[in-house]
């Protein structure tokens, strides 16, 4: 079953522009993560997020987690084409290991 | 020191045929999960394994799918009779042996069935 819903499914922008994606889970859970696929790739981890944090940063990227709305945000400053991917977010809850995904979004920056 | 290794990378099967997908983890990592990905889809969790343990299959279809994890060897996912239906890319990780709740998982480039 999926636990995370993506928003928007897809987003189109310029090189230099910002870009935010968000997620949307539906039970309490541990952490979340993000992570990256390039086309007809395996996915790479971007960042964790604990649920007793707010907001994390690495490098271009900046997180938000508000665990009252269930909801989390990637924003990915100053885009490049090379940023052109889809991206995940995933969850782990209660005792389990599992990572279950989100649909995803599919961000396009145009040079 | 090599990532998650899977192959094939490609696989073409006819209906009725059985594929066989293997992935080995990466080094000192101690636990191998497997997902589907329909194309312009998420991952779809399957399966979530240690050696000769299986800890969680709820995402494994009933019947004709089976996975292990061998004492030596990689991991093997298993589709018997294999549809349409089944034509995904199949994606293994893995993570080492575990801080509960904060798994972190390496993926490997994934193997792609194609059922004729």
């Known amino acids: 079953s999926q636990q995370g819903e993506e928003d928007p499914q897809a987003l189109s922008i310029q090189e230099g522009e910002n870009a935010t994606m968000n997620c949307s889970y539906k039970?309490?859970?541990?952490?979340l993560q993000w992570y990256r696929q390039n086309s007809g790739r395996g996915l790479v981890h971007l960042i964790l997020?604990?649920?007793?944090?707010r907001e994390k940063h690495s490098g271009r990227l900046r997180v938000t987690l508000d665990t009252s709305k269930k909801s989390s945000s990637l924003l990915i400053t100053a885009s490049r084409a090379a940023d052109t991917a889809s991206y995940f977010c995933?969850?782990?809850?209660?005792?389990?290991?599992?990572?279950?995904f989100g649909t995803g979004t599919r961000l396009q920056v145009f040079p | 020191n090599a990532g998650v290794m899977q192959n094939p990378r490609h696989l073409v099967r006819r209906r009725g045929q059985e594929a066989r997908l293997r992935c080995s983890p990466m080094?000192?990592?101690?636990?191998v999960y497997w997902y589907r990905q329909l194309p312009e889809e998420g991952l779809k969790f399957m399966v979530y394994?240690?050696?000769?343990?299986?800890?969680?299959e709820s995402g494994m279809p009933k019947e004709r799918f089976s996975a292990e994890f061998p004492k030596e060897g990689p991991s093997i996912l298993r589709i018997q009779q294999v549809v349409r239906g089944d034509s995904a890319a199949y994606f293994c990780?893995?993570?080492?042996?575990?801080?509960?709740?904060?798994?972190?998982?390496?993926f490997g480039a994934g193997s792609r069935l194609t059922v004729l």
């Open positions: 990780a893995s993570s080492p042996p575990k801080i509960t709740g904060a798994n972190v998982l390496t």
């Open positions: 039970t309490s859970i541990n952490n």
């Open positions: 997020i604990r649920s007793n944090e």
């Open positions: 995933a969850t782990i809850s209660g005792n389990t290991d599992k990572l279950i």
């Open positions: 080094k000192g990592h101690s636990h």
């Open positions: 394994l240690q050696k000769e343990n299986i800890i969680d």
